[in-house]
């Protein structure tokens, strides 16, 4: 198809605004995908997606629009995430396309992620299309909410399409607009190739697919390709599209977004964000790539099964093709054994990564709890990055200790204003601003310690503002604070997958919580378990689990002996996600009992 009937586009929104239930009618409505096989959110197509009602992955899809004016257009429509969590997919979704859609709730408005996303889709010089959506609700106000696009971000509303995604209603206009306004790709099919990669998966036949956006030259099959960052080689074997299907083409031109195969077995080779050349004309430069993504939030990861660390260490490797912002390395534990550090975006990115692994791969992991990176400052003047508590230096070998921070912006209606500073105050935030938005709302900006964050920040201010209240956060910077390691012992031993840092003055409040919520949490045994919290050995908090005399076959009469190996499978069963620590079986949740406590 001629170029100058391309348009490539993202839809970007904050999360629940309607991004993905607009693609669907997109599809509906070009025949992309037939009736029969429509289903809601279909470019959702993990499961973990579905469920959950959330976009996790970026998704490209190629779709014909015959247009008012006769023409054929060829789009190619990313799908994108709306949590700040998944930003990383976002931005790259926003390079590979010249245009976004920009879907505001006519109910709710401006949002925290719509501006963040915003910013993003102008980072990226693309054009902006700013759409309405949920007009059907009856307390939708598309004409305040169109002052708000226009007042906070300055884009022109004035020709900003109303429409319901969900009945489809004026859903044919926003495609006519996407004709008009957004811009054809601009690049030059006979230049040197040069293709970003965007995405990459691992396909257990072909190898790794990657999928590109095309904005100089071709790609075709029996094309030496070369990955301009590793300098890796590969001859193609096929190239193609997703319809949402996967289409195989004759070759991929310029302006083109779609997938290249070419038997690529080591990982290593392909990274999101390179670009790929043709060798036998090849590009003198590298298309820009994106910026490396920084890991927020760590976190041990162990298989439940010691003899499964090689196909955890395999279904990490496989996994970050998919995900380009997970980062991994092996580390051990006293307690858990071999295992992996890694590296997430945030809360909901390591579950969502451990899930994939558990679901994906079919393993059975126990997660440690979540810690940020700290820069601990020793007193022989060596700074070292600690991303793990159990692995703090002695206390008289640290100088002192910098934790990050975090600039947050909150978006909230006034009434709100009261209890949210409190919740910010307690969370040890510094107040920075408060700006009025509009008649209803106000920006709170605060700086937080990350930590702080990363537990429960986000359902407490849910909690606190009715879920009313959006927010946004961007690393701004290290600072000193008083921190101190808290070490769990059970059974008078320490467990180093349950040490955490901790604020100095809320070390007592952590410690007797994190007591209580073990002794929940770890099932009583045959014999009494002594669970104290501990600070450079000083006891600060103690509790008992007390000791259990049941007998599960106490139940079976006479000698049915099926009826007695069932029970005993059945106990087998809830010990799965146990792991023997000492004399002690400790679940999965007591690993992660920091982020369920209440020690407010
Ligand atoms: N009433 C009404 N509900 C809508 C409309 N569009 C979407 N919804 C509903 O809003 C919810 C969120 O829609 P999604 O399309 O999943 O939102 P999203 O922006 O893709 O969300 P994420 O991918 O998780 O960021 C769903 O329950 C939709 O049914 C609409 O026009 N009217």
Known sequence: MDQKNIRNFCIIAHIDHGKST?????????????????????LDSMDLERERGITIKLNAVQLVYHAKDGQDYLFHLIDTPGHVDFT????????????????????????????????????????????????????AQPEVVKKEIEDLIGLD????????????????????????????????KDAPTQALVFDSFYDSYRGIIAFVSVKNG?????????????????????VGVRTPKEVVEDQLNCGDVGWVSAAIKNIEDVRVGDTITVASNPASE?????????????????PVDNARYDDLKEALSKLKLNDAALHFEPETSQALGFGFRCGFLGLLHMDVVEERLEREYNLSLIATSPSVIYHVYKTDGIMEEIDN????????????????????????????????????????????????????RMMMVYQMPLSEIIYDFFDKM?????????????????????????????????????????????????????AVKLKDLIPKQQFEIPVQAAIGGKIIARTNIKALRKNVLAKCYGGDISRKKKLLEKQKEGKKRMKMVGSVEIPQEAFMAVLSMDDD
């Open 157 to 188: 509303c004035s020709e900003a399409v109303e429409i319901s995604a969900k009945s489809g209603l004026n859903v044919d206009k926003v495609l006519e607009e996407i004709v008009h306004k957004l811009p054809s790709p601009k690049g030059d």
């Open 22 to 42: 607009l693609a669907d009618r997109i599809l509906e409505l070009t025949d992309t995908v037939e009736k029969r096989e429509m289903k809601d959110q279909i």
């Open 389 to 440: 508590p159990s692995a703090l230096p002695e206390p008289q070998k640290v100088d002192h200790i910098e934790e990050p921070y975090v600039k947050c912006d909150i978006m909230v209606p006034k009434e709100y204003v009261g209890p949210m500073m409190d919740l910010c105050q307690k969370k040890r935030g510094e107040y920075v601003d408060l700006q009025v938005l509009d008649d209803v």
């Open 218 to 238: 071709t790609i075709k099959p029996k094309d030496k390709i070369r990955f301009m960052a590793t300098g890796a080689e590969y001859e193609v074997t096929e």
């Open 286 to 302: 590298p298309l820009s790539g994106y910026r490396e993504m920084h890991p927020m939030v760590y976190c041990g990861l162990y």
């Open 462 to 514: 849910k909690s606190c503002t009715k879920g009313y209240a959006s927010f946004d956060y961007e690393f701004s910077g290290y600072r000193t604070s008083s921190l101190v390691k808290m070490d769990i012992l059970l059974n008078g031993q320490i467990v180093d997958a349950l040490s955490t840092i901790v604020f100095r003055d809320f070390a007592y409040n952590r410690g007797n919580a994190m």
């Open 88 to 139: 990383y997919e976002v931005s790259r979704s926003l390079a590979a396309c010249d245009g976004a859609i920009l879907v505001v709730d006519a109910a709710q408005g401006v949002q925290a992620q719509t501006l963040a996303n915003v910013y993003l889709a102008l980072e990226n010089d693309l054009e902006i299309l700013p759409v309405l959506n949920k007009v059907d609700l009856p307390s």
